[in-house]
């Protein structure tokens, strides 16, 4: 078997740059290098539902935001599938099986649940279904037999918890599911992209995004806002580098050309850093600087994105489209499974 990847988000609302570097990059490389039989894309709404269970049509509308930012980001739906989770019903049974490979306790320990849980308050009225969507994840890539899944770190304790969930589905009943493996960004420094506020980690919640379909307008705004070394007062002191976010998104977005096209005074990073660390360099110099860099990068997606927002009945189209084929492939892998488990009764 050759290579099938999976992966996906929650509809929880537009998505950000922190997205992009974290994971959309990533599959828009795998997918264009073609290493792969199959690539799976999905928009996880049933998962989105265990914390917006009363707001569902909150979740209904984010899923055309977030399939409008797959597409103006360069995924082809030509050459993955792209899906919506709950049109897949097999998942949910797939995710009832497995809950009892799981115990409370472990799901407990999952640091990836346990952050979540914290930032959203639930302390003791956690709903049962974000409790256990972690078992659910698993479902989803073990539906489709994949063995690469493109996430940011932040993810990685949820893809072991699929692997400890197949390693005890195959020791139980027989080699049937295949054990996933994380691929994470090349570069650490995209690993998780901080806040424009210098918060540990870029959050819709808290307000501290750049959204891939921001007005020009709004991304500017935004950059001159960012939080740089509050000590830096005049421009003559000396400034930090280290947990200054405009610096930090430099060295994530900043490329070969850019001096050459936005500040040809100086000849690269470490020029510009070590000046700004002497002193006479200005934060609004090099927020406007990073404004170029995140301005082009950004311009093709959001104008793609508007391109594609003239039809939406064309992108829920390809949606159900994949959805249809998606669900094939995890049919096969629940009969798989149900015989397996020799609950295949009437076979």
């Not at 899906?83 to 497995?98: A, R």
């Not at 992108?315 to 994949?322: A, E, S």
Request: charge should be negative; proline fraction near 4%.
């Amino acid at each position: 078997m050759g290579n099938i990847i999976l992966t996906g988000d929650r509809p929880t609302g537009r998505l950000h740059i922190g997205h992009y570097v974290g994971s959309l990059k990533n599959r828009v490389r795998m997918q264009n290098e073609g290493d792969y039989d199959k690539m799976f894309v999905f928009i996880a709404d049933a998962q989105a539902l265990t914390d917006n269970f009363d707001n569902p049509e909150k979740v209904r509308e984010n899923i055309k935001e977030v399939a409008l930012d797959y597409l103006a980001v360069g995924l082809d739906p030509n050459k993955c599938t792209m899906f919506i989770q709950s049109m897949i019903p097999e998942l949910t049974e797939l995710t009832f099986y497995y809950m009892n490979l799981v115990t409370v306790a472990r799901l407990h320990r999952n640091p990836t649940v346990k952050a979540e849980i914290e930032q959203k308050g639930f302390e003791e009225s956690i709903p049962a279904g974000f409790f256990t969507y972690p078992v659910s994840q698993a479902a989803d890539i073990t539906g489709f037999k994949a063995n690469l899944v493109p996430v940011g770190d932040d993810q990685l304790p949820m893809i072991e918890q699929a692997r400890e969930i197949v390693r005890k589905f195959n020791n139980i009943y027989g080699e049937t599911l295949v054990e996933p493996e994380a691929v994470l960004p090349s570069d650490e420094k995209c690993y998780r992209l901080v806040g424009i506020d210098g918060n540990a980690k870029m959050s819709k919640s808290l307000g501290n995004c750049i959204y891939l379909s921001d007005s020009e307008e709004e991304i500017k705004k935004k950059i001159f806002s960012m939080y740089t070394d509050p000590n830096h007062i005049k421009i003559e002191d000396p400034g930090k580098i280290e947990g200054n976010v405009v610096f930090t998104y430099l060295d994530v977005f900043c490329k070969e050309d850019s001096f050459e096209k936005f500040l040809p005074e100086y000849k690269n990073l470490d020029e510009l850093k070590a000046h700004y660390q002497k002193g006479g360099l200005g934060d609004m110099k090099i927020k406007k600087f990073l404004n170029s860099i995140i301005q082009e990068e950004l311009r093709p997606i959001r104008e793609r994105r508007e391109e594609l927002a003239k039809d939406i009945d064309a992108v829920y189209d390809i949606l159900r489209k994949g959805s249809i084929e998606a669900r094939k492939e995890v049919v096969r892998t629940l009969n798989e499974v149900k015989r397996a488990m020799k609950i295949n009764y009437f076979e």
